[in-house]
């Protein structure tokens, strides 16, 4: 019997946008299943309340997290978390691909590395970040990570002055600030305030939707179905996809489809979630284990004048001297890199006493942040996992190594914030926060061994010859820089194994 389609991708983020971009440019015929909407309300593009309050554009589910019942900071709409995301696409150190060097001592031996190195994935990196269009400055030190052979596609944009001050503190610390390459095209960029957790108003910010989803229609070999739901894999015992059924969320009208491939790429809750209720005999036992999303160390510096941060784009530096730790403190941490403040109603919301609107107003007028990330561990007991009623609940403690190294992390920074010029500091770690999970990754992960490891080493679901993940849950460590760039990459790479006969 004919199928309805080459491939049926679930999930139009990172993995999923970019695989239905190279798999229609193949000449492959799509159908993409989107359970968000496209976001269309300009009024709430840059509404802080509408976007970071209500999440109007984050997943709109409500997970049962460490048992209780609430809302996490992950997209939710046609492009996943691309369509929100702050766009730093750094590429990880090539020893991220060999956690053994670091993690021996709690890691099987079997994981001491990834299936695949960083070379394997280069020439994506370097598709991915022209596809993107990264902006960055392939001339400065960027330590322990890796950076294009070639360049940038433009450079970045001249510092802010906080930033300029924020250099020579990061200079004076001794290390090495570098401008973040970042997935904007700065000759339209509006130079917002509000960037990541925010919509772009005029797609500067590279998301799937604009770069590969809209490319990918223009091929007429995409059809898109925006909120869609898959609810199951239709899989026979003989190792084969054999249907996928979708939900219309809007009439409630369910189908079923086929396709010579299944793409998975729900996010790393949603893909383990659409595998376990479609019945996956999973040989591995890590089904929905090793959820990780990156502990680490946030910092805001409150200085005595206006940093313009509340007014204009400020998320521009980033250092990776630490990423290794140093010589006192030997172990592996990951990037640093500002933030925006986030505006007055998530002042209030995160402080750590009730404060009224007009101090969080001009607090928020003279804050800078910066964030440290630490590649947490790997560990089973973290997990996604679905009820009887189909509730999914999500288990999740930091490892005591992990909250160790961010401590560690949180002084350093703040050593940093204080050279800087900051008159006082604020800092905590990630270590009780199970609602920015933005990193999310590590749930369906991929090994050579089928005993270890849901997928093989080409994101194929051991024992299935048609069905593949290639979001982020695919990747067995969380790395030491956010994921973003890595999943668009390893889904070309996927991608082109799909699409070769
Ligand atoms: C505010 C924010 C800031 C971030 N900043 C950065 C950054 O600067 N750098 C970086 O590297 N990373 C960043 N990230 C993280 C990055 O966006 C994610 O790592 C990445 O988008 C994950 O890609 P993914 O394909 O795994 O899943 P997602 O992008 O989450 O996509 C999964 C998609 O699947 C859909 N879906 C789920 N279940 C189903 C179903 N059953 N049927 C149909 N569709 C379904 C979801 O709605 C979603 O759209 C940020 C994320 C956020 C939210
Ligand atoms: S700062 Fe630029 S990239 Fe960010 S939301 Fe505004 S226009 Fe888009």
Redesign the pocket.
């Known amino acids: 019997m004919p199928f309805d389609y080459d491939a049926i991708i ?7 946008g970019t695989i239905a971009w190279k798999l229609c440019t193949a000449g492959k015929r799509v159908l993409l ?4 909407k496209r976001f269309d309300d300009p009024t709430a593009f840059q509404n802080e309340k509408r976007m970071l309050i209500d999440m109007e554009a ?2 709109d589910r409500t997970f049962r997290v460490n048992e209780r019942d609430t809302r996490l ?10 369509a ?6 750094l590429r990880p150190s090539r020893d991220d691909f060999h956690p053994g060097k670091f993690y021996s001592k709690w890691l099987e031996p079997e994981l001491w590395d990834w299936p695949i190195n960083y070379d394997d994935l280069e020439p994506y990196y370097d598709q991915v970040e022209e596809l993107l269009g990264v902006t960055g400055d392939v001339s400065a030190t960027m330590l322990h990570i890796e950076k294009p052979r070639g360049d940038y596609t433009s450079p970045p944009p001249e510092l802010e002055p906080i930033n300029k001050k924020l250099k020579r503190g990061i200079e004076e610390s001794g290390f090495h600030p570098f401008h973040l390459p970042l997935g904007i095209d700065f000759n339209r960029c509006l130079r917002c305030p509000t960037c ?2 925010f919509y772009c108003p005029n797609n500067a910010r590279a998301s799937t939707t604009d770069r590969f989803i809209e490319r990918a229609i223009a091929t007429n070999n995409l059809e898109l179905r925006t909120e ?4 199951r894999i239709l899989l026979d015992q003989k190792g084969k996809g054999r249907g996928i059924r979708v939900r219309s969320r809007h009439q409630n009208v369910v189908e079923e489809l086929t396709a010579e491939n299944y793409i998975i ?4 809750i ?1 893909s383990p ?2 595998l376990m209720k479609s019945g996956y005999e999973d040989r591995s036992g890590e089904l929905g284990r090793n959820y990780a999303y990156h502990c680490g160390a946030l910092v805001a510096g409150i200085f005595r004048e206006p940093t313009g941060g509340s007014e204009r784009f400020i998320k521009q530096l980033g250092f990776t001297d630490l990423y290794f730790g140093n010589n006192e403190f030997p172990h592996k941490l990951g990037y640093v890199q500002t933030l925006p403040s986030p505006g007055p109603l998530s002042v209030q919301e995160n402080a750590p006493l009730p404060i009224p609107h007009s101090l969080a107003k001009f607090l928020n007028r003279r804050m800078l942040i910066i964030s440290g990330a630490v590649e947490d561990l790997p560990q089973q007991e973290n997990r996604v996992h679905v009820d009887r009623s189909g509730k999914i609940h999500l288990t999740h403690k930091f490892h005591p190594y992990d909250i160790e190294r961010s401590r560690w992390y949180l002084q350093q920074l703040k050593r940093v914030m204080k050279k800087t010029g900051a008159l006082f500091t604020f800092g905590a770690t990630g270590e009780k926060d199970d609602r920015h999970t ?3 990754t590590g749930t369906v992960r991929f090994g050579t061994d089928p005993k270890q490891a849901v997928l093989d080493s080409n994101c194929r679901l051991h024992g299935y010859e048609n069905v593949y993940v290639v ?3 695919f990747t067995p460590t969380s790395l030491g ?5 890595t ?1 668009m990459a390893n889904a070309l790479r996927v991608g082109e194994i799909i699409a070769t006969p």
Do not use: K, M, N, W
């Open positions: 679930v999930g139009s983020g990172a993995g999923g299943i989107e359970r968000g984050f997943d900071y992950i997209g939710g709409v046609l492009g996943g978390g691309t929100l995301y702050g766009s730093a696409l990541p957790g869609f739901e898959a609810e790429s729900a996010g790393a949603g979630v659409l933005a990193h999310q979001d982020g849950s820089v956010g994921p973003a760039l999943i």
